[in-house]
């Protein structure tokens, strides 16, 4: 996502360079090309023409440091004003409640099952927390279906009553029974309905008065563009959501809703969606998402998802290892799947500063760890840690297993050596540090 508006912007403030101070003219050449990428994003157009006034008036009101350059400061405030737009600060989720209830509204086909599949799991794992998921969604059966799968898929408990048709009566009784089984997170899952169908939105508004629940959230599916802002101002009216959750963040949109919607409804965006899996949903950083925007990568949530799957035994358990060179392919193999689980590596590649741009038009999957993983799976388990045994005809048995040529199992061997060598030079460098400050 981003992508054509990151470098549409990017080609905006090229009017600027080697310009030697802010004009009214220059400022007005390049935020008419500003608007302009925002439009085209799909971003609403009161939204575009209020965003490049007000970056205008800094803009014009600042005086330029010798040490800055024109385009530096307006890429500065761009960037401050874009997080702005989008909320300024990450919104916390309101769990206070005994328990606490999260009432889900949204359109059909907006992913608010998935997504409250993912919360749970959020929830669960990384605030230990015991959520009860709730099918209230009585009109379409495979809704149900699809929860009670989640659930099962997350290990975490599933209330429906079959053959009621009532969502009202549901959620009171999972209320209940969360309230005997100790679920300290109630978290009701709703049919998708259009804001024009008076009967299903005077449904939802009975939901949220039976059921007071602290927190009220709109699930909008972000490829939608600005039908998403205006069908979320509609919920909004009826509703007063407390927060918003853009779905399908990975996919081929112009991101124009995630910087809309936050101005036309005046909600905070709390969480995107990037993926299918259960573990793809983030909490939203307004500042982090304008630093991806303007191409200055992502380091924060780089470095929180490596530290998501930072195990300390097993780094220390590593280090005794490479102290002593004693590095194998066991340890490799955990490394790649360390690496796996914080995401595709692309996305994890397009957080760091500068790479977003280089690697826009390359296609980058898991294939390499693939290929490493099916030569490390074709050894045996002496070979795996003696990575010392591996000689010319044991290179050629694991490249007839793996499906690989003994090219490619000769360029891992190097690989593998070079890693091991760079870990030992930075231990090493570490111990004189610890040992330079003992002194």
Do not use: W
Not at 48 to 72: D, H, I, R
Not at 257 to 279: C, H, W
Not at 393 to 399: D, L, N
């Amino acid at each position: 996502m981003f992508e054509s508006l990151s470098e549409r912007l990017e080609k905006s403030f090229k009017i600027l360079k080697g310009e030697g101070r802010i004009t009214e003219i220059n400022v007005a050449e390049t935020l008419k090309d500003v608007r302009k990428a925002l439009l085209d994003a799909d971003v609403n157009y009161k939204t575009a023409k209020v965003f490049t006034e007000t970056v205008k008036e800094k803009a014009l009101g600042q005086n330029v440091l010798t040490a800055v350059k024109p385009s530096q400061l307006m890429i500065k405030i761009v960037h401050d004003e874009l997080a702005q737009l989008m909320g300024g600060d990450s919104a916390d989720i309101n769990l206070k409640g005994s328990p606490a209830v999260i009432l889900m509204s949204g359109l059909q086909g907006s992913g608010k099952t998935t997504f409250s599949g993912k919360l749970a799991n959020l929830l669960k794992s990384k605030k230990g927390k015991h959520p009860l998921l709730v099918a209230c969604d009585v009109y379409r059966p495979a809704a149900i279906e699809q929860l009670k799968v989640l659930g099962e898929q997350l290990n975490v408990p599933v209330y429906s009553e079959e053959g009621n048709k009532h969502p009202v009566k549901i959620a009171e009784n999972a209320i209940k029974q969360a309230k005997q089984n100790g679920n300290d997170i109630v978290i009701v899952d709703t049919a998708g309905r259009l804001a024009v169908d008076e009967e299903m939105m005077n449904e939802i508004s009975a939901l949220k008065k039976a059921i007071n629940p602290q927190e009220i959230l709109f699930v909008v599916d972000s490829m939608t563009g600005q039908d998403a802002v205006n069908t979320a101002k509609e919920f909004n009216d009826r509703l007063d959501f407390d927060g918003v959750i853009l779905t399908k963040l990975d996919g081929d949109t112009r991101g124009g809703a995630a910087l809309s919607i936050r101005s036309i409804v005046n909600k905070p965006i709390k969480f995107v969606g990037t993926g299918e899996k259960m573990d793809a949903l983030d909490v939203f950083h307004p500042k982090r998402m304008a630093d991806r925007i303007l191409g200055m990568g992502d380091i924060v949530s780089f470095v929180e998802k490596a530290q998501e799957q930072y195990d300390e035994e097993e780094a220390r358990r590593l280090q005794k290892k490479i102290a002593k060179n004693q590095l194998d392919f066991n340890d490799f193999m955990s490394q790649i799947r360390q690496i796996k689980k914080m995401g595709s590596v692309k996305d994890l590649a397009s957080m760091i500063p500068g790479m977003g741009k280089a690697l826009k038009n390359i296609e980058i999957g898991d294939e390499p760890f693939k290929e490493i993983e099916a030569i490390i799976n074709s050894m045996t388990p002496y070979e795996r840690s003696n990575p010392d045994s591996l000689n010319g005809s044991r290179k050629q048995r694991i490249a007839a297993g793996s499906g690989t040529s003994i090219v490619e199992v000769n360029r891992l061997l190097k690989q593998f050596m070079q890693t091991g060598k760079m870990m030992r030079t930075v231990a090493l460098n570490q111990n004189k540090v610890k040992s330079g400050k003992r002194r």
